[in-house]
């Protein structure tokens, strides 16, 4: 019956390439079946595996309390209801692309302005970086993306697009540093494979690394495209999440240092969301901004399958227009850098080492001191036990494409201040009970292994679900949040 149904179905509609067979996304289905809460549900699944900014939402929903006319949904606002849910142009509302044109330049400490009529709206950040790939290559074409990199860029860059990554292995040598170097090599030996390279994709700041790129490194690589004619396509939708120095340099930046000998505009490209920076994931605002005028073109046409509702836009327009309010929000980064401190401390304590990073909703924690052997198998039979027996949701660098086992992402923003001591606890009771004597440790790795082996059987048919299962509509698969 199954094979029938398939051959009802298009290869997209029933290959794997959305990726939803990856430990990455097991953990939020383990969390969605058992998720935690502090009185209903005290032992659940801590969700530490969703890249989700929690922290400031009160100044947003002040915001929205003291601006009832920005909603065409008050009574306040209603005047303007009809204005609003009449038919919309993909161009977007003008004052929604000049809002956002001017929230990018603030978010970036204004040392860049941002063209109006350049910025082209699409369904989230997921939306645009299919996008914009639609508009620069063909099926076949690949991308050159550094690892460790966020894995649902696996789905949304090849899935519908038919285009490829290769991805450019980074190691902790240099703390996952990309080179120009790297990019060469990578670049040559897809050459010699007859793959057609159509550019580079990078995340900065890095999700999974929490991590920025100096300016030196975005100079070596905007040089590398330009001497290749490759394009250049940076996601900066963490952009106002550094908390801490050095500040953030985006590639907009880079365009204005550099002349027309090693640098061509044409080929660099922006993806940008609301959904990171502002902490607004279900709005599903993603931008493509880009240099290119003819892409600028291309990609506004392509937009009208992924448009941003006219009320949305109408109410970010309002909240992104005031100054006041975004220049408070902006000032509370620092919350992050509180939370960031808090979690790696904590771990500091207990041995535990993170990548040190300075933006973000997320850190590289390294538990490569606790595998068994330093295998991938080994990295998953140690997150196997933090997921079913601590019971939180973090994300093993193997669904990164990292090349070295042992690393892991965890999420800090998502989540309370008491779930945040409740998660430490856990940690802090798993180390101390993996730090015994040799004997006592070989003792209880026997029968760890075989508390697992039986968990295991249990897990993979109650929590490692297929890709073809019913998911609950809370999850955040379903939210299709990052």
Known sequence: MENKSKQLLSKIATNDGHGENSPYFDGWKAYDRDPFHPSQNPNGVIQMGLAENQLSSDLIEDW?????????????????????????????????????????????????????????????ATGANELIVFCLANPGDAFLLPSPYYPAND??????????????????????????????????????????VKGVLLTNPSNPLGTILDRDTLKSIVSFVTDNNIHLVIDEIYAATVFVAPEFVSVSEILQEMDDTTCNPDLIHIVYSLSKDLGMPGFRVGIVYSFNDDVVSCARKMSSFGLVSTQTQHLLAAMLSDDVFVERFLAERRRLGRRHGVFTK?????????????????????????????????????????????????????????????????????????????????????????????????????????????????????????????????????????
């Open 64 to 124: 929205v309390r003291s601006n009832p006319e920005a909603s065409i949904c008050t009574l306040e606002g209603v005047g303007k209801f009809k204005d609003v849910a009449n038919f919309q142009d993909y161009h977007g509302l003008l004052e929604f692309r000049h809002a956002v044109a001017k929230f990018m330049s603030r978010g970036r400490g204004g040392k860049v302005t941002f063209d109006p009529d350049r910025v082209v709206m699409s369904g989230g």
């Open 155 to 196: 789905r949304d860059l090849q899935w519908r697009t038919g285009a490829q990554i290769i991805p450019v292995h980074c190691n902790s040598s240099n703390g996952f540093k990309i080179t120009r170097e790297a990019l060469e090599r990578s670049y040559a030996q897809a050459q010699e494979s007859n793959i057609n």
């Open 346 to 482: 904590g771990l500091e304590e207990l041995g535990i080492g993170c990548l040190k990073s300075n933006a973000g909703l997320y850190f590289w924690m390294d538990l490569r001191k606790l595998l068994e052997e330093e295998t991938f198998e080994a990295e998953m039979v140690l997150w196997k036990v933090i997921i079913n027996e601590v019971k939180l949701n973090v994300s093993p660098g193997s669904s990164f494409h990292c090349v070295e086992p042992g690393w892991f992402r965890v999420c800090f923003a998502n989540m309370d201040d008491e779930t945040v001591h409740v998660a430490l606890k856990r940690i802090r009771a798993f180390v101390r009970k993996k730090e015994v004597g040799p004997v006592k440790r070989k003792r209880f790795m026997d029968n760890l292994n075989l508390r697992l082996s039986f968990s295991s059987l249990r897990y993979d048919e109650s929590v490692m679900l297929s890709p073809h299962i019913m998911v609950s509509t809370h999850s955040p698969l379903v939210r299709a949040r990052t």
